[in-house]
């Protein structure tokens, strides 16, 4: 016999077997011997109804034992009566939020102090009776430079 005969010969064997095992809707369990150990495949052969799959898949993943949430998936807790913030949880938040308004307040005024005490140690420094005029070129220079005011002839 040649190899090609023999491979024919098991493929019809097997197909064979396979129409013999054909499991129909009347060979199935009854739906309320269904359990977490249960074997689920015979509900897949091809001479079983898919009304017939679907309702033992049905009953099969409502077991106890499937019928677990996972602790790490954030949907599986109940959001739909969240608990209302304690009177002390509000002040605290209203406490903070009022710390960080005067910390930014209290930063504006230091800085605005010190740039008014710069301005005021430069006005100091010049002293408009007594101005020096320094021509360069056609720019006259004097102590405002300081200040930042350049004078253009």
């Given at each position: 016999?040649?190899?090609?005969?023999?491979?024919?010969?098991?493929?019809?064997?097997?197909?064979?077997?396979?129409?013999?095992?054909?499991?129909?809707?009347?060979?199935?369990?009854?739906?309320?011997?269904?359990?977490?150990?249960?074997?689920?495949?015979?509900?897949?052969?091809?001479?079983?109804?898919?009304?017939?799959?679907?309702?033992?898949?049905?009953?099969?993943?409502?077991?106890?034992?499937?019928?677990?949430?996972?602790?790490?998936?954030?949907?599986?807790?109940?959001?739909?009566?969240?608990?209302?913030?304690?009177?002390?949880?509000?002040?605290?938040?209203?406490?903070?939020?009022?710390?960080?308004?005067?910390?930014?307040?209290?930063?504006?005024?230091?800085?605005?102090?010190?740039?008014v005490q710069e301005i005021d140690s430069v006005e100091s420094l010049d002293e408009p009776s007594q101005k020096t005029d320094l021509s360069v070129g056609s720019t006259k220079v004097d102590e405002?430079?300081?200040?930042?005011?350049?004078?253009?002839?």
């Amino acid at each position: 016999m040649s190899e090609s005969q023999q491979v024919d010969e098991h493929l019809t064997t097997q197909e064979e077997n396979e129409e013999a095992a054909l499991l129909t809707d009347e060979d199935m369990p009854d739906l309320a011997t269904i359990n977490a150990t249960s074997d689920m495949s015979m509900f897949f052969s091809k001479g079983v109804s898919a009304e017939l799959r679907r309702q033992a898949l049905r009953k099969f993943f409502h077991q106890p034992e499937f019928n677990v949430r996972d602790p790490l998936d954030d949907y599986a807790l109940d959001y739909s009566q969240p608990k209302k913030l304690v009177l002390e949880v509000g002040d605290k938040v209203r406490g903070w939020a009022q710390q960080q308004m005067d910390d930014a307040i209290q930063q504006a005024k230091d800085a605005l102090l010190k740039d008014v005490q710069e301005i005021d140690s430069v006005e100091s420094l010049d002293e408009p009776s007594q101005k020096t005029d320094l021509s360069v070129g056609s720019t006259k220079v004097d102590e405002t430079l300081q200040s930042g005011k350049n004078e253009t002839a």
